[in-house]
């Protein structure tokens, strides 16, 4: 009997330590920042080969010295920072663009496009927390950088005495997007409009995803474990991070765009986000399209779809 219980003794340790060491594994792998977050030269390089109509256009913004960076200190008191374009013909209007997983602001540039080129709006592109050149150690999976958000906006519209906005993410931008949408918005913004482009139900069901597709593991136990270590360490779980929740309280016009071939964030994921925003909203499922890349894909498209939702709401 010593021998067994002995024995089930070093079998449950063996557990307990391997369950411990591969939660803090699984959450480094989660939420550790890009080792190279802040070398912005080679984003410019990266968003020049895949988006190369951007260049004249970022190009001219440069010779007019009008392509402009901030810092600032947020209510947390980490130094965040932004790119942000002042347009003369914007007429109290500003889109905030949000950038996915361990990208930057700069990797928003293509969208920002259609919003400063073509319809004359003021952009404001930060760099959420952990990203870029903003400071923060764990990334946030756009939880509380919806508070961010929120706290750039009102910045904004004091920077561009701007009432009316369009808040539009992709992939993990797109999920922070879903989670400001259920906030109370600030008194100075009377006009919103929400635009997700292949945003996650919830981080539990994301990492779910990841942690069957990645490594062949189900949920029990290292879901659970993480989960708890995500709660200690960082103040927030998976399953409080739901953007799906957050669409349900949603007042304002939503654009859900999601590739039907979009295996990082499964493509079904934005059939329940959809049905779960009530009022004025609209869908667009791109053909053939992988993670991330409906503008890259369908960029007239895309352009004209969300001009026309912008301008109809």
């Known amino acids: 009997m010593k021998k067994i219980l002995c024995v089930l003794a070093i079998v449950v340790t063996l557990f307990l330590v391997m369950t411990v060491a591969g939660s803090f594994y699984m959450l480094h792998f989660a939420l550790a920042p890009a080792p190279d977050r802040q070398d912005t030269a080679a984003v410019y390089t990266w968003l020049y080969e895949h988006h190369p109509e ?31 374009v002042r347009n003369p013909r914007a007429a109290g209007h500003t889109a905030v663009l949000v950038h996915g997983w361990r990208d930057q602001s700069i990797k928003m540039l293509q969208i920002a496009r259609i919003y400063e080129q073509i319809l004359g709006y003021n952009i ?24 961010d958000v929120l706290h750039w906006m009102v910045l904004a519209s004091r920077m561009f005495n701007s009432h009316s906005f369009v808040v539009h993410g992709v992939s993990m931008g797109a999920a922070t997007t879903m989670n400001v949408s259920g906030e109370p918005m600030p008194a100075s913004i009377s006009t919103v409009r929400f635009i997700e482009d292949c945003g996650y139900t919830s981080v539990w069901d994301e990492f779910h995803f990841q942690l ?33 929740r957050q669409v349900e309280k949603c007042k304002y016009p939503m654009f859900f765009i999601h590739g039907d071939n979009d295996d990082f964030v499964p493509s079904w994921m934005v059939r329940p986000l959809y049905k779960a925003k009530l009022g004025k909203k609209e869908l667009w499922i791109t053909k053939g399209t992988a993670h991330a890349v409906s503008y890259k894909d369908y960029p007239e498209e895309y352009t004209a779809r969300v001009c026309d939702f912008v301008t109809k709401y």
Do not use: Y
């Open 54 to 84: 951007t260049r004249p256009w970022v190009d001219s913004l440069r010779q007019a010295n009008a392509l402009c960076d901030t810092f600032v200190t947020m209510p947390n008191s980490e130094r965040h920072h932004a790119i942000f």
């Open 124 to 147: 404001l592109l930060p760099d959420l927390h952990a990203h870029g050149l903003s400071e923060g150690e764990s990334i946030g999976m756009g939880w509380n950088d919806r508070k």
């Open 212 to 244: 069957g597709e990645d490594f062949g593991l189900p949920d029990f136990p290292l879901m659970f474990s993480t989960n708890l270590l995500c709660q200690l360490l960082n103040g927030w779980s998976f399953t409080e991070a739901a953007p799906i």
